[in-house]
């Protein structure tokens, strides 16, 4: 391809020498949303021109054009994209986000899991896992319920930003992280490492595999979609309609029949059309597969009748 522009001068946010024009915002805008399923619409714009412009200045770029065809033509252009997908990694998580739902999967759906199936591993995909808090929260809870060691448990997280991956593995968070954790299971669960952060015990580390995988890329969701539980919450808020439908039909095609599908609080797929009904089981919405609702019902009442008394509810409309 031709060299793209170079400038001599550094670049300086505060005195831009080139603006986000409507071609390049719409050309940029459509190759992110097919290659990663997120959206920057109008609204966003200017978010999107904030978080690409140090990746244009960093590749010495006179225009975000020019970088829009750096990320289709250039020779390095797979570099260039991981790049991108490390900018637009959203930054930071923490540990116990909604914990009715982490509490749903430990105390509900796992225990059943084992009593309806005692010899088949309970597989569990934390997707959009960003910097491993929540696949971490999952594991801490399986623990308290005795699972963890005694059950086979499979744990899988993944997410499109290889940076975010690789700050899972090194698993060392800072304050921040446990705004939210109780601090007795702060204490049970982690070791300082000298400094002001912190690293999970070495049972949950080796309990989880992270990986690197794109929710809009068919194969990476059938590599990880053939599992019990998905969690994949507050990822769909950045993703436009097309990307969800196409993600959420794959998990509802290699999700296990009496499967569960957990997203962010703010995020619903009623209005999609999508092969799932919303449920209720142990005090969280979930979603379930259509036609399944009543087979899960039952399994969950087996479990809890005696101490719970029915779990699982259908809801009509949005939680």
């Not at 097309?242 to 995020?267: C, H, K, M, N, W």
Request: proline residues 5%; neutral net charge.
């Amino acid at each position: 391809m031709t060299e793209p522009r170079r400038i001599q001068a550094p670049f300086t946010l505060g005195n831009s020498p080139f603006a986000l024009s409507d071609a390049a915002f719409a050309l940029l805008r459509d190759f992110i949303v097919q290659r990663s399923g997120i959206l920057f619409d109008e609204s966003k714009r200017g978010v999107m021109a904030d978080k690409l412009s140090e990746l244009v200045a960093a590749n010495g770029l006179t225009s975000f054009l020019d970088y829009y065809y750096l990320l289709r033509y250039d020779s390095a252009a797979d570099a260039h994209w991981t790049a991108l997908m490390n900018r637009l990694s959203v930054p930071e998580t923490f540990f116990w986000r909604q914990p009715e739902q982490i509490n749903a999967l430990a105390s509900v759906i796992a225990p059943a899991h084992f009593l309806a199936y005692p010899n088949r591993p309970l597989r569990i995909w934390s997707a959009g896992c960003c910097s491993g808090e929540e696949a971490v929260s999952l594991a801490i809870a399986l623990a308290e319920q005795g699972l963890l060691d005694r059950q086979p448990i499979e744990i899988v997280a993944t997410d499109a930003s290889a940076e975010a991956i690789a700050r899972a593995e090194r698993g060392s968070y800072p304050h921040r992280s446990f705004r939210q954790l109780p601090g007795h299971l702060k204490a049970k669960y982690f070791v300082t490492d000298g400094s002001d952060r912190w690293r999970p015990i070495e049972s949950l580390r080796r309990s989880i595999h992270w990986a690197v995988a794109n929710l809009v890329i068919p194969e990476d969701v059938k590599r990880y979609a053939a599992c019990d539980v998905i969690f994949c919450r507050n990822v769909f808020i950045y993703f436009s309609d097309d990307a969800i439908r196409s993600t959420v039909r794959l998990f509802t095609e290699y999700l296990s029949p009496d499967g569960f599908l957990f997203v962010g609080a703010s995020e619903s797929l009623g209005r999609l059309g999508v092969a799932l009904e919303l449920a209720e089981i142990g005090g969280a919405f979930t979603y379930v597969k259509l036609g399944r609702r009543e087979v899960v019902e039952a399994a969950k009442i087996t479990h809890t009748a005696a101490a719970r008394g029915p779990v699982l509810t259908h809801h009509q409309g949005n939680p």
